[in-house]
């Protein structure tokens, strides 16, 4: 870089970013669809609800998902998926029908804030590249028309790996190879008040380093000053690779002459398991990573470049992705398993409340939906019988005898036993037609054993639900296809009770 260049590329530095400044950041989650059992709508939005989560991307416009968010407040980033890129660069018509479908269907009562034309397109399609500026354009003009324009933001996202000399990070700048199309995208950018979107990932800087970054470096931990890492051309302080990136891309855009486009963090995270050539991806590395993050951004610390500057970020991602291919890393960033509970629990101690539930006490076992009656009832039966469940609450005059169903009834006597063996594992199965869910399934004067927020006792019994892998007979459940609860059933249960009072 000429030394004039960079002498003014300094200066700018100093430039403060007066609309970000204003605000407050938030941190939000990604929600990928990649599981084997992925939850529904519903029980998504209900995991988000009990997390205060008030902010989500999304990889699409899932409309399932667009309406089940309707009502709640909380602020939705949608994606226009890589695959329909070209179509919508290509056509202001077909960007006009896709704002129409996606997003004018859903707001008001969705609050969509935001939307991604693409994910990483330079370094994933770049034979898009040349009309990704014009679908940016055409969506934006759709929104326009809409009067939506000041409400709802367009970007799209992109790799840190666009920047290139990123260390220093005031001698920063992007792969001069994209200047067709980043200089264009951060007028587009400038001119409608929209911002960068930046994927950061400390993991993979750390992991290609080959040592050179020291882990707790990349995890946000304390450093000695003697340890952090010192710009020797604005003599800023860096104490973390997270913010060494950000302000790669501030420089960046500085030396193309742009100083007041901010940046949101669309993506950040660290795997919670890996291969054996990823030491580092483990539950407390991830753990300490996301916390540390969480805090950083919360605390409105900025980076050494704009201090104060909110630099909001979504966490890489709610739910392990297990349907993933690639390294086992690659299914292991989430913060939650598909049931909502969660892999691990954050250290957000006097960090406010968004992701500081722990969620293991809210989780309960239902019956399946659409499972055979026969298989349901005598799941049931072994529940209230070898599996000593107290059944009396669905006799008949009791809180939960209604709905008087299978359905309703074996949802009752499995969360009561799920709950009794302390939500052990293989505890909400019953051969195959119980499923753990985050919602509760409490109604009106029926209280679920899982509401009550106990973990139960496990204790010392033979008597385990049997799974859909038994196969011994001694595991196989007693059949009755005629009353939801056996008749001799209720008469063991009343009769072990008066027994024990």
Excluded at 253 to 261: D, E, H, K, P, Q
Aim: with cysteine.
């Amino acid at each position: 870089m000429a030394p004039w260049r960079l002498m003014a590329v300094i200066f700018l530095h100093l430039l403060p970013l007066p609309a970000m400044a204003l605000q407050d950041a938030f941190v939000g989650v990604n929600i990928g669809t990649a599981l084997t059992d992925m939850p529904n709508p519903t029980q998504v939005v209900t995991l988000l609800k009990a997390q205060q989560i008030r902010h989500v991307r999304l990889y699409d416009a899932d409309p399932a998902m667009l309406t089940v968010l309707a009502g709640t407040g909380i602020r939705v980033t949608v994606s226009v998926p890589n695959q329909q890129l070209l179509a919508i660069g290509q056509s202001n018509a077909t960007a006009a029908n896709w704002v129409a479908r996606n997003i004018l269907t859903h707001v008001p009562a969705t609050n969509i804030t935001a939307i991604s034309v693409g994910s990483e397109v330079l370094t994933t399609i770049p034979n898009a590249a040349p009309v990704l500026v014009s679908a940016l354009q055409y969506i934006h003009a759709a929104l326009i028309a809409a009067r939506l324009d000041s409400h709802i933001k367009v970007s799209t996202t992109h790799s840190s790996s666009i920047i290139l000399d990123s260390f220093p990070p005031s001698q920063a700048f992007f792969n001069r190879t994209w200047d067709p199309v980043m200089i264009p995208l951060l007028k587009f950018l400038q001119s409608t008040g929209s911002y960068l979107m930046l994927n950061v990932y400390p993991y993979y800087d750390y992991q290609q380093s080959h040592d050179a970054i020291p882990l707790d470096y990349a995890l946000f931990r304390p450093l000695p000053p003697n340890k952090e890492a010192v710009d020797s051309n604005t003599l800023l302080h860096y104490t973390n690779v997270f913010d060494a990136v950000v302000d790669a891309a501030y420089f960046a855009m500085s030396y193309l002459n742009f100083t007041n486009v901010p940046i949101v963090v669309t993506e950040s995270g660290w795997p919670s398991k890996g291969n054996s050539n990823e030491p580092d991806a483990t539950l407390d590395n991830a753990n300490t990573y996301n916390s540390n993050l969480i805090k950083h951004v919360l605390n409105n610390t900025g980076t050494p470049k704009h201090p104060g500057v909110a630099v909001s970020t979504f966490i890489y991602e709610l739910y392990n992705e297990d349907a993933r291919t690639g390294a086992v890393s690659e299914k292991n960033w989430g913060l939650f398993y598909a049931t909502g509970r969660p892999i691990y629990v954050l250290h957000l101690t006097g960090s406010g409340t968004m992701l500081a539930n722990d969620t293991t006490n809210q989780t309960y076992c239902v019956a399946k939906d659409g499972v055979d009656r026969k298989m349901l009832q005598a799941a049931l039966d072994w529940a209230c019988g070898p599996g000593k469940v107290d059944c009396s609450g669905m006799v008949q005059g009791a809180p939960c005898y209604e709905p008087d169903t299978v359905v309703a009834h074996a949802s009752y006597a499995f969360d009561a036993y799920y709950h009794k063996m302390a939500m052990a594992e293989g505890t909400c199965d019953f051969k195959g037609v119980a499923t753990i869910t985050t919602t509760d399934p409490s109604h009106g004067g029926c209280i679920f054993p899982g509401s009550n927020g106990s973990n139960g006792t496990f204790i010392n019994s033979t008597s385990l639900a049997p799974s859909s892998n038994s196969t011994s007979s001694g595991s196989s459940f007693p059949f009755h296809a005629s009353n939801s609860i056996s008749c001799m059933t209720i008469f063991a249960v009343l009769f072990l009770s008066a027994v024990y009072l």
